[in-house]
């Protein structure tokens, strides 16, 4: 049974930075990737950043997925942090080959002045 916990979401300031995490009870090796998502009420999720087992990290803007094999955990350093960035942040696996998607329970994030 896949499982995947996100944790580190918080109440911040903007300008300010934090890490999420999103550890996996299997090898990450076992997907073929793993993604960060966001939603806001009333709104769909929001792909936020995609990294494959063997990829180094990446960054896109203020965001940036990287993973560490060893410990079966993905994460999302979130910099220079906005009001806009407030959401509940989802952790997405998919499986080789089109195989099957799990998806974590989520952590919420607030940005408040």
């Known amino acids: 049974q896949v499982q995947l916990v996100e944790s580190g979401g918080d109440v911040v300031q903007p300008g300010e930075a934090l890490r999420l995490s999103c550890d996996s009870s299997?090898?990450?090796?076992?997907?073929?990737?793993v993604e960060w998502y966001r939603q806001t009420p009333g709104k769909r999720r929001e792909l936020v950043a995609t990294?494959?087992?063997d990829e180094s990290p990446k960054t896109a803007g203020r965001f940036t997925i990287s993973r560490d094999s060893a410990k079966a955990t993905v994460y999302l350093d979130m910099t220079d942090i906005q009001p806009e960035d407030t959401a509940v942040y989802y952790c997405?696996?998919?499986?080789?080959?089109?195989?099957?998607?799990?998806w974590g329970q989520g952590t919420q994030v607030t940005v408040s002045p």
């Open positions: 299997v090898s990450i090796l076992t997907f073929d990737r």
């Open positions: 997405y696996a998919v499986g080789h080959y089109g195989g099957a998607g799990y």
């Open positions: 990294i494959r087992p």
